[in-house]
């Protein structure tokens, strides 16, 4: 699926048990991603494998319903997710790889692109669209880490 990936690489000057902590907690991509309208952890206690956030976020104009389960919990280095919901496109596997840069924590994020029914008549739309934002994704994660 490597042609339908995307993400992006930014050192964070913050150190990576902090960087860690604040990506875990899904209900903080609200902070860094100006799709998502709203989020909430619909399972209970702290963030590990199985984990599952349900959020609101518009693309292109249109609001949908999106869940998350978090698939791989490994402090301090790594966070995988699988998105659950049933749309046109959907992240079967997307993740978060955190390594020690100096004080700081090199980050680095993806995505991995699926579609189903209309998503394949736009998929080429969407992932050029997702490979072009990536780096202002990335920088938005860093902006919210650094100013919380």
């Given at each position: 699926m490597?042609?339908?990936?995307?993400g992006a690489?930014?050192?964070i000057e913050?150190p990576i048990?902090e960087?860690?902590?604040?990506l875990?907690e899904?209900?903080?991509?609200?902070?860094?991603s100006?799709?998502?309208?709203?989020?909430?952890?619909?399972?209970?206690?702290?963030?590990?494998v199985?984990?599952?956030?349900?959020?609101?976020v518009?693309?292109?104009?249109v609001?949908t319903?999106?869940?998350?389960?978090l698939?791989?919990?490994?402090s301090?280095?790594?966070?995988?997710?699988?998105?659950?919901?049933?749309?046109?496109?959907?992240v079967?596997?997307?993740?978060?790889?955190l390594?020690?840069?100096?004080q700081?924590?090199?980050?680095?994020f993806f995505?991995?692109?699926?579609?189903?029914g209309f998503?394949?008549?736009i998929?080429?739309?969407a992932?050029?669209?997702?490979?072009?934002?990536?780096?202002?994704?990335?920088?938005?994660?860093?902006?919210?880490?650094e100013?919380?």
């Amino acid at each position: 699926m490597a042609d339908r990936r995307f993400g992006a690489t930014v050192t964070i000057e913050r150190p990576i048990e902090e960087v860690f902590a604040f990506l875990a907690e899904g209900e903080n991509d609200k902070k860094f991603s100006p799709r998502v309208i709203e989020i909430a952890k619909t399972t209970e206690g702290p963030p590990a494998v199985g984990t599952v956030f349900a959020s609101t976020v518009k693309d292109g104009g249109v609001k949908t319903k999106r869940k998350f389960e978090l698939t791989v919990v490994e402090s301090p280095s790594r966070i995988r997710w699988k998105e659950l919901s049933k749309a046109p496109i959907v992240v079967p596997e997307g993740g978060y790889d955190l390594k020690p840069a100096g004080q700081g924590t090199e980050l680095s994020f993806f995505n991995e692109l699926e579609s189903h029914g209309f998503g394949k008549v736009i998929m080429g739309f969407a992932l050029r669209s997702a490979r072009k934002g990536a780096d202002d994704f990335v920088n938005s994660i860093k902006r919210a880490i650094e100013a919380s």
